[in-house]
């Protein structure tokens, strides 16, 4: 996940609410943030909320997915977020995606169809996707909710983007709580950075002094240099086994992106500068991925 969707999971966390208004539903009653780790922790959602409407009885699940460009495994990720929450809660969420940028022009998916290779089975999903660039901003400012308020300089405004910048300000210093106001500034920075560059901007943001006096920026650091060295860690055991076994490593890719765990990822870096032949590497892939199948 990029940095500007892991700052957007401090949104949902604590403004959960405030996503699902973006997708049209102005009726809550309730609503809380739950466990994201369902069933496989090497999979899981950005986010999932169960959130009570007016006239229900019971609440919904909603999964959320935020996507920093309209990236083909969005449509992945949405897929499995659905089965993962039918496999372990035994009904269908609702599933909603955010795609925060469009400097990367993409048809984002909405819908999935999937089918065996012998045709006998075959699973259709459709979602919620929203692109949040089409988005009135005025209309998340007259919203009322604060936790709105860091998307608005990636929504659509016409004018300069200045006034909307000292809009957002004002709301956050008036409206947030005490304990939230400085993570809202910081997150509200690191959002615009997607669009803007311009520093005296970020200043209306409080700027650099923010970021660095920031304790959920540090989160957000740690965070990142660990996905950076995940990153690498696959990086360096595909070239590996590329350089020993040839190109057919490559098909490797999409096992290995779904291991999360530092130290099975060392251990497949040895391996795969030990094994004797792809077979051998494979059946190490498939232990780690029943251990992390069954750890507790």
Known sequence: ???????????????GNAILWL???????????????LVQPRFHPDAFLEAR????????????????YAEPRVADQAVRDASLVYLDRGILPEVLVVILSHKRPRRPAHA???RSEQGWTRLQMTWRTIELWKLPAEELLEAGDVGLIPWVPLCHFDGPPAPIFRRCRERIDRDALPEERENLLVVSQILAGLRYTDERLFQLFGGREAMIESPLLEKLKVEWSRDAAQVAARKSILEVLEARFGPGALELRPDLDAIHDADTLSALNRAAATCTSLKSFRGHLVKVRAGEKHRP
């Not at 997708?23 to 780790?37: C, F, Y």
């Not at 409407?53 to 920093?68: C, H, K, V």
Request: without cysteine; charged residues 30%; negative net charge.
């Open 1 to 15: 996940m990029h940095e500007y969707d892991k700052s957007s999971k401090w949104l949902i966390e604590h403004h």
């Open 23 to 37: 997708a049209g539903i102005r009726d809550l009653v309730e609503w809380r943030a739950l466990q994201a780790e």
């Open 112 to 114: 999935a169809d999937l």
């Open 53 to 68: 409407r007016t006239g229900q009885d019971n609440a919904s699940p909603y999964i959320l997915e935020m996507a920093t």
